[in-house]
């Protein structure tokens, strides 16, 4: 199955500031998504971005499939941040999911 | 709220019991799938039922047995558990429009049952 890799696996950041999130994954992939995991479980869809540049009021997503990798930003963090972000790379059925990245804002 | 609905949202269970876990997606999808989350490892895909067929089963111990009676609902049914399948487990749908690698298969997930196995 594709193998898909996320760094950092931990990010501690003080609230304000900017920063990038990587997604590589090993083989092509139909489609891809971002997740963000809150403290109580729940996935909640950040975006889906085959490729392209995608904007969500302070997050951002780029995706180059041709190069097998994707991009989160999320500018001016804040504590609600705080979580678990997944990327997760689509072929056929299957999301195939990255470890994670343990993101920490601290006020 | 995504429009995908799990309960129990917490489950504790004994090795001997039998319980089952349902999932309800009101988006009109016609993909269903569960997932399990260990702590400190990736999510990783159990079932996937696809115009309610199951289309994978991903190498699951047959003490969980997955049901899709409709296109809305799964369920999983668990049986003679371990505690090591103490776990969050997800529940998620999709919209699967056809063969090809040009068609949506964004999910959405539920928000987890959390099962304890003692």
């Known amino acids: 199955g594709i193998q898909v890799e996320q760094s950092p696996p931990d990010l501690i950041l003080q609230e304000g500031a900017n920063s990038t999130l990587r997604c590589n994954f090993s083989d092509s992939v139909n489609n891809l998504q971002w997740f963000h995991q809150n403290p109580w479980g729940q996935l909640i869809n950040l975006f889906y971005i085959p490729s392209g540049t995608k904007q969500n009021g302070r997050l951002s997503a780029t995706t180059v499939a041709t190069e097998r990798y994707s991009l989160l930003y999320i500018s001016s963090s804040q504590t609600t941040d705080s979580g678990v972000y997944f990327c997760a790379a689509v072929n056929d059925y299957k999301l195939s999911f990255g470890a994670g990245t343990t993101v920490t804002v601290r006020a | 709220e995504t429009g995908v609905t799990q309960t129990p949202r917490h489950l504790v269970m004994g090795m001997t019991n039998k319980k089952s876990l349902k999932c309800e997606q009101h988006l009109g999808h016609n993909a269903m799938y569960w997932y399990k989350q260990s702590a400190k490892k990736p999510l990783e895909l159990m079932f996937v039922?696809?115009?309610?067929?199951?289309?994978e089963n991903n190498s699951v111990p047959s003490r969980f047995s997955p049901e899709c009676p409709n296109s809305s609902h799964l369920f999983l049914h668990l049986h003679t558990l371990q505690p090591e399948d103490s776990a969050l487990y997800l529940c998620?749908?999709?919209?699967?429009?056809?063969?090809?690698?040009?068609?949506?298969?964004?999910?959405?997930f539920g928000p987890g049952t959390r099962l304890t196995v003692t």
């Open positions: 039922y696809s115009l309610e067929e199951r289309v």
């Open positions: 998620a749908s999709s919209q699967e429009t056809g063969g090809g690698r040009d068609h949506s298969y964004e999910q959405y």
